[in-house]
């Protein structure tokens, strides 16, 4: 998988390149922002009502093991607060839902 940036009005073609569109003047560097790029991850669990992959829970635990300022998704405004917060929240109701026996 490649990573890129995109000029202003550049377009993309691939389907397999993560991309960012809007105010670019949110973005100071992203080499350095400790930003998290989800596209249409689900990474906000609120409830522990679904049950997803062990896998999938343990990729959501090292992410948030790793200190994440930003958190940009695929629409809408990038979550900048309480981040690794959010994510360890999700993280409680995958393992509580798996303790349920939610299917």
């Known amino acids: 998988m490649r ?15 993560y991309f960012l569109l809007g105010d670019w003047s949110k973005i100071d560097d992203v080499k350095t922002q400790r930003a998290l790029f989800v596209g249409d991850t689900p990474v906000l669990i609120h409830s522990d009502d679904h049950s997803y992959r062990d896998e999938f829970i343990a990729a959501l635990a090292r992410m948030a093991a ?16 309480r981040c690794n917060e959010r994510l360890e929240q999700s993280i409680r109701h995958l393992r509580l839902a798996k303790r349920l026996g939610v299917q």
């Open 3 to 17: 990573v890129r940036c995109l000029e202003r009005n550049e377009r993309i073609y691939s389907s397999n390149v």
């Open 66 to 81: 790793k200190p994440v300022e930003t958190i940009y998704f695929g629409h809408g405004d990038p979550l900048t607060e």
